[in-house]
Nanobody, 128 residues
Framework: QVQLVESGGGLVQAGGSLSLSCAAPGRTFSNYAMGWFRQAPGKEREFVAAISWSGSSTYYADSVKGRFTISRDNNKNTLYLQMYLQMNSLKPEDTAVYYC?????????????????WGQGTQVTVSS
């Protein structure tokens, strides 16, 4: 079973920053687009950001545009590639479990259903 592993969540005050990482098997995922989604208590999972296989194209939800940055490192010399989500100017409404995901498509998608692989999630809590 292919696994994506997130790390970097935690508790931060409003206005602070956090950086999330997602490790994925490089051999399989270097040609796949990837993305970040989040799910707050009592709400549906929603799109946050996505990146193409090369990293040349990125997309963001309006709610995080200008504050979050998605990136990836496809270093083929390592077994695992890394995808990142740098989150700045965090707000209490950013509190959620954040999931990384990968789609077999090379181009990114904002649609949850397009993604074939998911991580277990990492909690991000922003206090006011």
């Amino acid at each position: 079973q292919v696994q994506l592993v997130e790390s970097g969540g935690g508790l931060v005050q409003a206005g602070g920053s956090l950086s999330l990482s997602c490790a994925a098997p490089g051999r399989t995922f270097s040609n796949y687009a990837m993305g970040w989604f989040r799910q707050a208590p009592g709400k549906e999972r929603e799109f946050v950001a996505a990146i193409s296989w090369s990293g040349s194209s990125t997309y963001y939800a309006d709610s995080v545009k200008g504050r979050f940055t998605i990136s990836r490192d496809n270093n083929k010399n390592t077994l695992y590639l890394q995808m990142y989500l740098q989150m700045n100017s965090l707000k209490p409404e950013d509190t959620a479990v954040y999931y990384c995901a990968a789609t077999k498509q090379s181009y990114p998608s904002i649609n949850l259903g397009a993604y074939n692989y998911w991580g277990q999630g990492t909690q991000v809590t922003v206090s006011s």
